[in-house]
């Protein structure tokens, strides 16, 4: 079990990860993501190696996509554009009104860290800081008070199953563990949007489904979530499919 019977068997106390301070809630009229000709490319020696080309689509505010495609297709590219990670793409890009291709890069990292959880494939957990300590992170990106940060983290660290690991370090973690705490870290201070990079990769089949099915809880509560994954499993648990192949949306 990931989560504790605490909060396994009613609904998690107010504080709870996902259910903590929300980040401002994002108001629009249209859809809460526009891309419009949006392309990446890469160059070398005088040729350019696109890895997205002319993506065109929208994301409803509430949405549950899931991305899919053959490795390579460009997934990972594209939601890092989509989560303010990558500044070298032409085209526009529209947030909740906010036209993010002409914000200067502080502004659009800004704009991230106030409205965006990422769940990176790769962990990206902070070496130097402690599992407590990563969890705290973005609580302190949106000026949470210290007591307060510390009973979320506290929440969250119940949650997971990770008590006995908050005060380690990443590097002694297995990498199960790392993707539990990169999980927790980016839904604790319950961001309007959540991005999520094959969220499951490195769990067993029954954590990836409690992990899963956490997903789930938080779109119905309004939570935006685009996730890339593999798994027919998991993509059938968002409400659409989009499918990219060598950069392309087919």
Known sequence: MIFSRRTATREPPEGAVGVGPAAAPLVTDGPL?????????????????????????????GDFVSIMGPSGAGKSTLLNVLGMLDSGWSGEYTLAGQQVHRLPHKARIALGRR????????????????????????????????????????DALDRFGIVGKKDLYPRQLSGGQQQLVGIARAVIA???????DEPTGNLHSSQGREIMAMFRDLNAKGTTI????????????????VQLRDGWMT
């Open 33 to 61: 993501v526009s891309l419009r000709n949006l392309e990446r490319f890469y160059e070398a020696g005088g040729t350019r190696t696109y890895v997205l080309r002319n993506i065109t689509f929208d994301i409803a505010l």
């Open 115 to 154: 409205h965006i959880g990422f769940v990176f494939q790769q962990y990206h957990l902070l070496d130097e800081l402690t599992v407590a300590e990563n969890l705290e992170v973005p609580l302190s990106y949106r000026d949470v008070p210290k007591a307060e940060r510390q009973a979320l983290v506290a």
């Open 226 to 241: 685009v996730q890339v994954t593999h798994s027919e499993e998991n993509a059938a648990v968002g409400k659409r499919i």
């Open 190 to 196: 319950r961001p309007a949007v959540i991005l999520a």
